[in-house]
């Protein structure tokens, strides 16, 4: 599990390591501008970005800057040429500009450009000399250089190094070197290639763009909850919201993509970036100055730090039925070859702040569904109710819509319905209110129901962020700080889909209901069985909840999620038992990867669950404050104590953090915890212990190499381990076995191995530290799922 100190990326925002502009547009010296398309006859460029670099032009012509535009490509120029004027022929005038006006402006902008190969360090070498020439022989001010990198993100290194080591500017010019995404795939690989650029560009230099912040909706996000404060303030918390809903949804399949798409899928092509974006901009705080890309860069963090992790319980996927062919045919794989890419996914997300605590985000994006869509939509609690006449205004939903466009709307706009409130116009000069309505509904109201603003004109996403480029306004893009952040929180959610099988969903209209989804607590699952099944796990899965014998001892078989379920149930009957007996329950936690699932279903499924009459101890712990991911405490923590209710008095952590040092033993850590157990245990025997087992069969952190028998009938000690931190505390076997009732959980199949050894030792083995747990005059209990077992 992945877990990434918050406090570090804060505190490099907050000390300025890496820098940023405090104002929307930096300050801009006129002077001859050359800008560069690398992958200048690509698709992305075809379609999105000679376009923008036109309305650019358009908009700047007589403004006082000159230009040249060089497209850059790998073919020779003989052949690259024909193709970039072919395209640059095609492009579209901007709206603004009459017909005379625009054919001999864009006369001038093809006069202007020019293809240039781009292959080698030689060919950049040439290029920077071509501009230099032609800046010279002009005698003209440079104002600055502008690299557009539409090519693979494994090119940006390479090509980075190349423009630092022979096309940078003069010092008294801007260089600004636009980044496509993806920017990696996971946490680790996002910040090797941030190293690798950052060693060759400043942070002020590199735009990693990101589409979705320039859409004229989005954009305006900000400035509307600006606009409307005083309104939005009192219901824009958990006691008015009911749920937030981020969609993108594509008609599209994956065909001709596949190469990029399987490598990438829709949680990372989506979710990690564009829905993630929307999501920030509407939940975060609002920063006090909206040109000050600095402060909207540290609330932007601040609100990542607060989403709760999440992992393939808080998600569903799906795959299109198509795409598993369309995968063999496009990367020649075999007929056999199935491919685990999800082309749908819906994924619940939770804050853990005091504004948003228990308001369920719901983000979903996917391809060959039924139609083409995009928005974000904020549902309201209702207040009223209504006796009699549901379709007045104020019995129907009340909620604010940001819509991106298509669907049945079609233009961009924002709409809060009449029932809510009026708001304020977003920008009065570029927004409009809508009063005629076309005769639809949206998300459940007609159009009537709504207050409607949108943009007077359209305006591309591109060419609205090839423009800020240009003016080096930086809070349109991804900053290297709030990249890393965000594959911080998605990249545990990928890791454990990585083995998860997709459901099969024909596409189009036909998916029917197959694809909704129903938050279960804070999970969510599918609302209805699947009707498609092309996965076949074997005959082993027919089995549910198996009971047996192992070392001598009771044990419990089943897939890991029925194990789970069953051990929570049997946690529960020992806690109303020893309730009822005694009048509270005490039960020791381990620490480690064994827990965790058991901890989320203890925490989100089990709400009849008695903790105000239970006491949490720890069975073991790493030698770290508290605070810290590496801790057992912070994981129990996380994944449990902040979701129930649970008397502050009755959590015993372990105390190895004394006198501002980590276990040391003058200190008295262990007999602290020693006597704290002695003092609230009956006969310091705890009501269940539950322990996991590692690979080299350590428990708790009792290892093969740990020395006991000097601690006699000691409950606690300090304990070395072989891997970091060495450092624990640990619960000694004479602990353990007072237990009343002591329960193994052992899963995965990395534990087949150790399993097949344990059966086959009877009694003690030194080797073996687990096979010392031997409870005096309680219960050992075995919990094994299928993978551990069978292999």
């Not at 975060?284 to 932007?300: D, R, T, V, W, Y």
């Amino acid at each position: 599990m992945l877990r990434i100190r918050w406090e570090l990326l804060l505190m490099a925002i907050i000390c300025g390591q890496r820098g940023s502009a405090d104002n929307h547009e930096a300050k801009q010296s006129l002077g001859h501008v050359t800008v560069v398309v690398v992958g200048g006859t690509g698709d992305l460029a075809r379609k999105y970005l000679w376009q923008g670099f036109f309305q650019l032009y358009a908009d700047q012509v007589g403004k006082g800057h000159s230009f040249s535009f060089y497209g850059g490509g790998l073919s020779p120029a003989e052949k690259g040429t024909p193709v970039l004027f072919g395209i640059l022929k095609e492009l579209a005038c901007p709206p603004e500009l009459t017909a005379e006006r625009c054919a001999l402006v864009k006369e001038q902008f093809l006069h202007l450009s020019r293809y240039h190969q781009l292959k080698t360090a030689e060919d950049y070498e040439k290029l920077c000399q071509q501009i230099k020439q032609q800046v010279g022989q002009e005698s003209m001010t440079e104002a600055g250089r502008l690299f557009y990198l539409s090519v693979p993100a494994f090119a940006y290194a390479e090509i980075a190094e190349r423009i630092n080591n022979t096309c940078r500017p003069p010092s008294d010019a801007w260089l600004r070197v636009v980044l496509e995404k993806p920017f990696g795939h996971d946490f680790a690989s996002a910040q090797l290639l941030d190293k690798k650029l950052s060693g060759q560009l400043k942070e002020e230099e590199m735009y990693r763009i990101d589409h979705y912040l320039g859409k004229q909706v989005v954009s305006k996000i900000l400035p509307f909850r600006k606009e409307n404060k005083k309104l939005l303030d009192p219901i824009w918390n958990k006691h008015h919201i009911e749920r937030i809903e981020i969609v993108l949804k594509e008609t599209l399949d994956a065909k001709g993509r596949i190469q990029f798409y399987d490598q990438y899928g829709v949680i990372r092509d989506v979710l990690q970036n564009h829905l993630t974006e929307v999501m920030t901009l509407m939940l975060m705080n609002l920063p006090a100055n909206l040109s000050n890309s600095k402060e909207i860069l540290l609330n932007k963090l601040h609100f990542l730090a607060s989403l709760q992790h999440i992992d393939n319980s808080n998600a569903v996927v799906g795959q299109y039925q198509a795409y598993n062919g369309e995968v063999q045919a496009e990367l020649n794989k075999t007929k056999d070859y199935f491919s685990l890419t999800p082309t749908f996914a819906g994924v619940v997300i939770h804050v853990d702040n005091a504004q948003y605590e228990g308001i369920p985000i719901f983000m979903t994006s996917g391809k060959a569904l039924d139609e083409r869509v995009s928005y974000a939509r904020v549902l309201f609690k209702s207040d009223v109710f209504c006796v009699q006449d549901p379709n007045n205004v104020q019995c129907k939903s009340k909620q604010i819509i940001f819509y991106l466009g298509h669907g049945n709307l079609q233009y961009p706009s924002i709409l809060v319905s009449k029932n809510l409130l009026k708001p304020e116009i977003v920008s009065s000069g570029d927004w409009k209110e809508v009063t005629e309505y076309k005769e639809v509904n949206l998300l459940g109201l007609p159009l009537s129901d709504y207050y409607i603003q949108s943009p007077v004109a359209p305006r591309e996403a591109y060419g609205e962020l090839i423009s800020h480029v240009f003016f080096g306004r930086k809070d349109s893009f991804i900053s290297a700080e709030g990249l890393l952040a965000s594959w911080a929180f998605w990249t545990p959610l990928l890791e454990s889909l990585s083995h998860v099988y997709p459901r099969i969903y024909p596409g189009g209209v036909s998916n029917g209901n197959l694809l909704n989804f129903q938050l279960r607590g804070h999970q969510i699952a599918f609302s209805h069985e699947a009707v498609v099944n092309v996965i076949n796990r074997g005959a082993e899965e027919n089995f549910q909840v198996m009971q047996g014998k192992y070392r001598s001892s009771e044990m419990i078989s089943a897939w890991a999620q029925e194990l789970v379920e069953r051990l929570a149930s049997d946690l529960l009957l020992a806690a109303e038992e020893a309730i009822r007996r005694e009048g509270q329950f005490h039960l020791a936690l381990s620490g480690g990867s064994s827990p965790v699932a058991l901890l989320r279903a203890l925490a989100l499924n089990l709400y009849t669950f008695p903790w105000r009459n239970t006491h949490i101890w720890q069975v073991d712990e790493r030698c770290v404050p508290h605070t810290e991911s590496g801790s057992n405490f912070r994981s129990i923590h996380d994944l449990l104590l902040q979701h129930i209710r649970i008397p502050y008095f009755n959590i015993h952590p372990m105390p190895v953090h004394l006198t501002q040092r980590l276990c040391v033993e003058e200190d008295g850590g262990a007999t602290l915890y020693e006597k704290e157990i002695q003092k609230h245990v009956n006969a310091s025997s705890f009501h269940y212990i539950l322990l996991g087992v590692g690979q080299d069969g350590h428990t708790a952190s009792l290892f093969q190499d740990t020395k006991l028998e000097s601690d006699g009938e000691r409950l606690v000690t300090l304990t070395e381990s072989p891997i970091k931190p060495h450092q624990r505390m640990s619960l000694t076997f004479t602990a353990i076995n007072k237990a009343r009732r002591v329960g193994v959980l052992v899963m995965g199949k990395s534990k087949h191995e150790l399993v097949t050894q344990l059966s086959r030792i009877k009694g003690e083995s030194s080797r073996y530290p687990i096979t010392k747990v031997q409870p005096n005059n309680g219960s050992l209990i075995w919990y094994i799922d299928y993978d551990a077992l069978l292999g």
